[in-house]
């Protein structure tokens, strides 16, 4: 059975950092892409970060949300896991943060096959 389970969510202050872990297991996910999403009160599930098996990485860009720069998500080892360093942590970062794998990579929810239950982060102001 495969599993997805995230953690290292909190509740921070404005300006503070964490740094979620996702561990994934049930199957080899050495080939498989890793991403984060996440998911704030009353909004639609929106993409974070992306890393594919090789390494690469694709952050949110859209104005509204972007991470790029403040967010860093890497590989660990062995490839079963995923983490995302969050910097700069602003309120707007306030939401449910999902780990999900899939064999494609990409920057919409649908791309992906699994995902865990999510951990949240609170940024008071």
């Known amino acids: 059975q495969v599993q997805l389970v995230e953690s290292g969510g909190g509740l921070v202050q404005a300006g503070e950092s964490l740094r979620l872990s996702c561990a994934a297991s049930?199957?080899?996910?050495?080939?498989?892409?890793m991403a984060w999403f996440r998911q704030a009160p009353g909004k639609e599930r929106e993409f974070v970060a992306t890393?594919?098996?090789?390494?690469?990485?694709?952050?949110?860009?859209t104005s509204a949300t972007s991470v790029k720069g403040r967010f860093t998500i890497s590989r660990g080892s062995p490839k079963n896991t995923v983490l995302l360093q969050m910097n700069r942590l602003k309120p707007e970062d306030t939401a449910v943060y999902y780990c999900?794998?899939?064999?494609?990579?990409?920057?919409?929810?649908?791309?992906?096959?699994?995902w865990g239950q999510g951990t949240q982060v609170t940024v008071s102001s």
């Open positions: 999900a794998a899939g064999v494609k990579s990409g920057t919409h929810f649908t791309a992906y096959d699994y």
């Open positions: 890393t594919s098996w090789s390494g690469g990485s694709t952050y949110s860009a």
């Open positions: 049930g199957r080899t996910f050495d080939t498989y892409a």
